[in-house]
C-alpha cells in the first residue's frame, strides 16, 4: 500500500513514452509485518484487454544491495580516518576528528571513543563528536569498566561491537 502511488506513477510515465513492457519494483507486507520487494513486468495485451506480469522476488538483492553501500561507507570512512591519521600528529584532536567523521559517516546520534586507563578499571572518555562531546571530554567523563548496565563498558570487556537502535 505504501508503493501504490509510486508505483502507478512509474507504469504511467513508461506508457506515455510508447514502452510496450513496463517495468517497476514495489513493496509488498506479509502478514507478519515484514516487507518482500518485487521486480515487475507488464505487458498489455491491447487487442484481448489483458495485462500480462511476470513478478521476480529480489528481497535479497536488496538487502545484498543495502549492505554493499554500508560496507562501502565503512571502507570509504576508513580511509579517510587512516588519511587524517597520517596527517595529524596531534592525538587529541585526531581522536576528536575521527569521532566526528564516524559520526557523520554512519548518521549516528553521537559518537565517543573511550581509551581504558593504566590501571584497566575505567574507561575514559578521549574523544567525543561535537560540541556535547568536547564537553564530556573536558569533565573527564569516564565509566567504570565493571559497569553492569553499560553499553560502552560490555564492548571493552566483550571486545564485541554492539549497535543498539534506541
Request: proline share 2%; net charge negative.
Amino acid at each position: 500500500p505504501d508503493d501504490v502511488e509510486r508505483t502507478n506513477r512509474e507504469a504511467n510515465e513508461q506508457s506515455a513514452k510508447g514502452l510496450k513492457t513496463v517495468a517497476f519494483e514495489n513493496r509488498y507486507r506479509t502478514k507478519d509485518g515484514d516487507y518482500r520487494w518485487f521486480s515487475w513486468q507488464a505487458t498489455p495485451d491491447l487487442e484481448n484487454g489483458v495485462i500480462y506480469f511476470i513478478a521476480r522476488n529480489i528481497t535479497e538483492a536488496k538487502r545484498a544491495n543495502a549492505e554493499i553501500e554500508r560496507r562501502a561507507i565503512e571502507l570509504q570512512t576508513v580511509a579517510e580516518v587512516s588519511a587524517e591519521a597520517t596527517q595529524n600528529l596531534n592525538i587529541r584532536q585526531l581522536l576528536v576528528d575521527v569521532s566526528n567523521l564516524t559520526k557523520e559517516r554512519f548518521d549516528l546520534y553521537h559518537a565517543h571513543i573511550y581509551l581504558l586507563n593504566e590501571d584497566g578499571e575505567d574507561l575514559i572518555l578521549a574523544g567525543g563528536a561535537g560540541e556535547a562531546g568536547q564537553i564530556m571530554v573536558s569533565r573527564g567523563h569516564h565509566i567504570p569498566l565493571s559497569h553492569p548496565h553499560s553499553i560502552v563498558a560490555l564492548c571493552a570487556r566483550s571486545k564485541q561491537g554492539v549497535i543498539v537502535n534506541d
